[in-house]
Every structure is written in C-alpha cells, then in structure tokens.
C-alpha cells in the first residue's frame, strides 16, 4: 500500500514539473513578441495598429479644413475642403473611411451627411442625392453640397478614420441673405419656439440665427420687438436707442432676454431667407382683389401668391421695388421699396406693411411667384 501511494505522488510531481516548464516557455515566447505603442496611450502586441502595416509609434494622422466661414447662397453648388496628411510622410496608397457630419449649433447632436470608403459611399436624409466626394487631389476629402437649401447652414465636421487613428476639423458654412421681423394675423407676441420656428418655414425661410441677426444689426436693422432666435434666446436689434426699447442711456446693440422656455414663453420671431429660384412679380386689376380673389388670380396666371421671404427676397437681392401695396400668403398687405421717394413711405428702404386687413373686404394688388 505504501508503495503504491508513493507511485502516485512521484506521478504528480512528475506531471507538475511538465506543465511549469511548458507555461515557462509559453511566457519566454510572448515576452520576446514586439509591443507597439498606438497614439491612444495603449499598447498592441505584434499588431499592425491600424491595418495598414504599420505601426502607430511612427506615423500621425491631420486634417486640414479652411478655417474662415464659408459663404454660399440658396440653389448653389458649394465646395467643403478638406485635405488629410500624415507625418512623417507615407508614399503608400492607404485605405481610409471619410465622414462628413452635420452638427447642432450646441453640438450636442450630428446628423450624417456622407460616409465613404475608397470608391464606395451613402449619403443619409435630406442630403441624399445632393452630396458627394471631391477627390481630385491625392489625399482629398472635400464635400460638395449641390443646390444648397436654407437648412444647410451651420456647422459640419470631416472625419478621416485610418484603423485606430481618427481625426477631424470643422468647416462653418453661413447663407447668404436678409433678415427680416415678424409676427402672425393674430397680433405681437403669439409665439412659442415651435410655432415661430413654423411661421417661418411657411413664409419660404428659416428661423434666423444670432449671427445672421448681429449682422443684419451692422447692416441697420432695427426693431423694438422681441423676437426668438434659433438657439432658443429671444433678442432684438437696436441701432437707434429711444425709451421704449431699452432706454435712451443705453447703447445701440443687440438686446437679449436670454434663453426661454419654449414651449411656454411667446414673442415674435426674426426670420431669414436667401435668393428666389423663380420670380416674383405684382399683378393687378383695375377692380383690385380681396384675399381670395389675389390667390385665384396668381394661380390663373400660372404662379401662386408670394410668402413673405419671397418678398424680402426679391427687395433684398433683385433691388425689387413696387409703391404699391399687395397681398401675400400670410393675409398681410405689403409693398417693397429699394429707392425710397415721396409718397412711399419712410425715407429708409424696406418692405412695408399695411398690417392684415380683412380678407374679404380688403381691396389690393397682389405679389405672385412663378417657379423658374
């Protein structure tokens, strides 16, 4: 019995000896392997780091954008740049995944534009069809946007990804055109956020942003009321200082309430719209129209009755100028003068308005829009 028990143990010994010496050179193996540091502060053992042969410690990944803001107007072809390099310099052809983003003006959220790897890419939502890679140059990611809409303006990033390396910049593109106050038939300050947001979409434009306001302020817009802008803030634009609008002793400036609360706070709204892709013109009758006589008569002469962008629009960029007042979409009577003159109100340019008149009885002209 004893002898068997001693078998035993001298097998097990014998068999625990085996497996030490075996991990031992199982560790000997995997220390002698090489360890590649990547850019991200973590090690790879024998890894190529980025699926392209080669080894993070060696090669930097950058991206090079414009750095000014990018100027376009509405239906235009608009170019993105966007180049990448690496250092020290790699003569390799190297297969990269290019995206480009759409941020929120808080950048708290993006929306994909175009996502390409080599010769194969998808364009997502409303840039589907209206976006693609400009590659002409060796190493080139650049974006072009075709018939660029009032939504296109903000912030976008280009993102170039080669295995772990990921990099990226921000290319600012800002719209071309005229910001104008407003509220709705049913008098100052009716409007949450969303609704103003709406009002705006309704009259051909968009809800306008502090720096289209701002500039609208350099350019000479003034106006007392309150009105929302697209980041949530209400404000409103002042280059002549009087008591009712801040007070005399008060410089001239952009006022802000600050952000409020969008769904229960109401004011008026500053809107922006860009370039017609059509024509607007005044049609008349010597009888003149009530309102749904003034959308008869521009739906027979092959247009439809003018919205408010339209309006500003045409005042804006075709130096559009009519001394006569006309309905447009949203009920109200409105005429637009370029060169100021007796009799046709202020002596500053601008759209005037008459205000909502009743629809039925009201007596005007009309401004209609033909699609070009």
Known sequence: MKKKMFTLTCGFQQGFSIMRFVLTVILLQLVS???????????????????NGEHYNSVKLHIETQKDRLFAYRGENVTLTCH????????MTRKVRVKWSKLNMDFSKESDVIVAIGLRHRSFGEFRGRVYL??????????????????DYGKYKCE???GLEDESSIVELELRGVVFPYQPHHGRYQLNFHDAKQACEEQDAMIASFEQLFQAWEDGLDWCNAGWLMDGSVQYPITLPRG??????????????????????RYDVFCFASTLKGKLYFLRHPMKFNFDEAVKACRDDG????????????WKFLKFDRCEAGWVADGSVRYPIAF????????EPGVRSFGFPRRENGKFGVYCFKMS
């Open 160 to 162: 170039v990804i080669d």
């Open 244 to 265: 009712p609008c801040g007070g005399k002793g008060n410089s001239a400036g952009v006022r802000t309430y600050g952000q409020r609360h969008k769904n229960l706070h």
């Open 33 to 51: 392997l090489p360890v590649c540091p990547a850019q991200n502060g973590a090690f790879y053992i024998n890894g190529n780091g980025n699926g």
């Open 134 to 151: 400009q590659q002409n140059e060796e190493r080139e990611a650049s974006l072009v946007i075709t018939d660029v809409r009032l939504e």
């Open 303 to 314: 247009g439809q009755i003018a919205k408010v962008g339209q309006l500003y629009a045409a």
């Open 340 to 347: 100021p003159r007796p009799k046709c109100g202020p002596s």
């Open 84 to 91: 990448y390099r690496y250092e020290p310099v790699v003569n």
